[in-house]
């Protein structure tokens, strides 16, 4: 009989000790964080500073032991798997897969750019993976149907050119602009961009009138007849939207063409200024007004490295120039810190408590890229926008960006019109 | 057995190791992708094999497919089969346009293939399309996102495609294109009608394409234009049938294994090396095997049809 009440003891006590082992949460010696990288092809000069802004996040908190996981209590290391798509959209659509289905990793992290971000999408959501995203802005990516992505980097294309449609509307009429145009690359980056600020003015009854509305080819390398047209319609104000190629060629061929519009906007000066004096060269910027990202603005982060801190560890982990510091080395750091602060809050690492812990920061966070705000029902970014500059002369054959709107953050007084 | 019941059962076996790998493999996407360039490269064996016609913007009927697929979608409501005819009609309908070019042979073919393929890509990302194509701006069909259905499907096109360029390889048409390719003036004086056998299989080859690039736009349901009208498609395929064997029934299937399967091995892994592995097993083909990979099984002795 002892023996029995033994045995019935010991079976009762297995039976427990197999539940508590059951209910524990296996802790994994690393989190597998997976991502993508262009290092050849059209978008590795956007995609390759995020990947190392990235890696060079993963790094340091490897260095420190690992990243600090809520759920498990505890610091645990990251390996970061990381494939190059070379650009190619078929690639990357396999690698995302591959990341998911082979690799298994915990967090899944888009390459740049909407375009290989794009592929990601139906792959992520039929995975049910949160896609971090660093900075595929397209607008389509975000609606409320879709929990299974959240933009980190920088604001949805519809909200990236909010201060210039403000400046104008704000601002043009004080200065005495009344027609403006509009000149785009027919991508969806510059393309959307274009459709808000033609709405907005149309919609600000502030009697200013879109003289210029034209689109071209992203692949658009020559405009000399296009400055023409622009200046045949007697604009006030002048708004080139492209990438950095378009804008180059622009603002050389403008040069070149000696037709000078009073009130100019490009936005990659500030964003490259160091390749644009190279290329377009310093005169060609003269009172040029641009976008003022986060690598100029020097954002007070409230946790992390600051820019000059960020600047000096990237020339010492990339040294000799090799990878060039900009706004996108900004933003994929940035996203290593926007992840950190998620994974030291969520509850658990289900996929959507992580994107719940994200969107939880939103407007209070303060990163480097500025203030970190996330519309809770798309996962679009809709902070860290970007205050319009202008690049003055300074000294003998220098430049100097002043910040001229927003005006709370205005730095300086801007020339108009252009001499 | 006979002839063409034996290339039939060959043909097969490609088809049914796609159907089958995704139960022990599970990045079907990868998959998908092999089944994609298996199918593109039999469209090229058909109009370059067939008859001698590079065709360099053969992207542009991909795409075509890829928008036709989605306009019917999104404007005419249709089911994705019924879309996947209208990929075809796009594709069949762009390929009409562009018989013209059929005045040129050669590289200026070539070229002004590339430019119309080009041509189509800014036509469709024009904004002032917005409406239609949605401009550059992308296409989002996630109603009908379903990955096993159009593998599944992807499986039957290019079952379909590999009976294609059987009934070509075993017919008289097939020979008759292979007349005009040899020496058209000779064919038209045997009584080929050279005019319009080489406009069927440009429509041949233009549906097979339209089709693919539908099924691709089912599969991904997000995409730019960029996506796919991608230059990558077509060299893709190119390289991959004249490296397999041009006129063969197995010949870009193997292609495609051996060139995509080393791609994916080691061409993103470290791209330098697949830059440097890829050009020297190009060149060593040119310069020492021309007629591919199959001619080279056929010399020690195994026939591949």
Redesign the interface.
């Known amino acids: 009989m002892a023996m029995r009440k033994i045995f019935f003891i010991f079976f009762v006590a297995s039976l427990v000790a197999v539940a508590c082992r059951a209910g524990a949460t296996e802790v994994p010696k690393q989190i597998k964080i997976g991502t993508l990288y262009a ?2 092809g059209t978008f590795a000069p956007l995609s390759m500073p995020v990947h190392y802004g990235l890696k060079l996040w993963v790094d340091r908190m490897n260095a420190e032991g690992g990243v600090y996981i809520k759920a498990y209590g505890k610091r645990i290391p990251i390996k970061l798997i990381s ?4 650009s ?4 990357a ?6 990341l998911i ?2 690799d298994k990793v915990n967090i899944l992290i888009a390459d740049a750019g ?2 290989l971000t ?2 990601a ?3 992520a ?2 995975h049910k993976m949160l896609l971090i995203d660093p900075i595929g802005i ?4 975000f609606t409320p ?2 929990p299974y992505i959240v933009l980190i980097g920088g604001p949805v294309s519809t909200i990236w050119c909010k201060n210039i449609h403000e400046f104008i509307t704000d601002e043009g009429p004080k200065l005495g602009i009344k027609r403006v145009a509009i000149l785009y690359s ?3 980056f510059t ?2 961009q ?2 808000t600020i033609r709405k907005a003015i149309e919609k600000s009854r502030t009697g200013i009138k879109v003289v210029y509305d034209q ?1 071209v ?2 692949s658009t390398t020559s405009y000399t007849v296009i400055i023409n047209g622009i200046k045949a319609a007697k604009p006030d104000a002048v708004i080139e939207l492209g990438y950095p190629i378009n804008d180059i060629s622009f603002l050389r061929n403008l040069r070149e063409s000696g037709v000078k519009f009073k009130w100019l906007f490009t936005s990659y000066p500030g964003m490259e200024t160091e390749h644009f004096e190279k290329t377009v060269g310093v005169k060609g910027l003269y009172y040029v007004y641009t976008d003022m990202p986060a690598s100029i603005m020097n954002y007070k982060a409230a946790f992390g490295m600051s820019l000059p801190e960020f600047h000096a560890a990237w020339n010492k982990q990339y040294p000799g120039g090799k990878v060039g510091f900009d706004f996108n080395s900004v933003v994929g750091y940035t996203t290593g810190l926007v992840l950190e602060k998620a994974l030291g809050s969520a509850a658990s690492m289900d996929q959507l408590a992580l994107r719940q812990a994200i969107v939880g920061l939103s407007g209070k966070l303060k990163t480097l890229d500025g203030t970190f705000a996330v519309d809770p029902k798309t996962g679009a970014q809709i902070g860290e926008t970007m205050p319009i500059g202008q690049i003055l002369p300074s000294g003998k054959d220098g430049i100097k960006l002043i910040v001229v709107y927003p005006k709370q953050l205005a730095t300086g007084k801007l020339v108009y019109p252009a001499p | 057995m006979p002839r063409t019941m034996r290339h039939i059962l060959v043909a097969l076996v490609p088809v049914a190791a796609m159907a089958l790998l995704p139960l022990v493999y ?5 998959l ?2 092999f089944v ?1 360039f298996m199918i593109l490269a039999q469209g090229i064996n058909v109009i370059y094999g067939f008859t001698g016609y590079l065709p360099f913007g053969y992207f542009g009927f991909f795409g075509a497919g890829a928008y036709g697929f989605a306009i019917s979608i999104m404007h005419l409501r249709m089911t994705p089969l019924p879309a996947l005819g209208m990929a075809a009609i796009a594709a069949v309908v762009l390929a009409l346009v562009l018989v013209p070019l059929f005045r040129l042979s050669g590289a200026y073919f070539a070229i002004a293939n590339l430019a119309a393929g080009l041509a189509v890509y ?1 036509v469709v ?4 399309l917005d409406n239609i194509t949605k ?4 296409i ?1 069909l ?1 109603a009908v ?1 379903d ?1 096993n259905f159009s593998y599944g499907i992807a499986l039957v096109l290019l079952a379909a495609t590999m009976m294609t360029v059987i009934y070509l390889r075993n017919s008289k048409f097939g020979l008759s294109l292979q007349a005009i390719r040899d020496d058209a003036v000779s064919a038209a004086m045997a009584g080929v009608n050279v005019v319009r056998l080489r406009v069927m299989a440009w429509l041949l080859s233009a549906v097979i394409a339209g089709l693919v690039g539908g099924v691709f736009a089912w599969y ?5 234009p ?2 796919v009208f ?1 230059l ?2 077509s060299i893709f395929a190119i390289v991959f049938a004249l490296f397999g064997g041009m006129t063969t029934i197995l010949g870009p299937i193997i292609g495609v294994v051996i060139l995509y399967g080393i ?2 091995l080691i ?3 470290t ?1 330098q090396y697949f830059e440097l592995v890829y050009g020297l097993l190009i060149m060593g083909l040119v310069l020492f095997q021309p007629n591919g990979v199959v001619a080279l099984f056929k010399r020690w002795g195994i026939d591949v049809p």
Do not use: C, K, M, W
């Open positions: 290092s050849s494939y190059d798509d070379q190619n959209t078929a690639t659509a396999s690698l995302y897969d591959q289905t082979q909407s375009v794009s592929v999408l139906p792959i959501r039929e397209g607008a389509p990516f149907d879709s027919t991508n969806d393309g959307t274009a459709n689109g080819p992203t | 599970s990045n079907q996407l990868l998908f992708n994609v800014q990302s024009n904004p002032s401009g550059p701006y992308g989002s996630p996102f990955p991904i349901s997000v995409f730019y960029q996506t991608s990558d498609f791609y994916n061409g993103i892994s791209p």
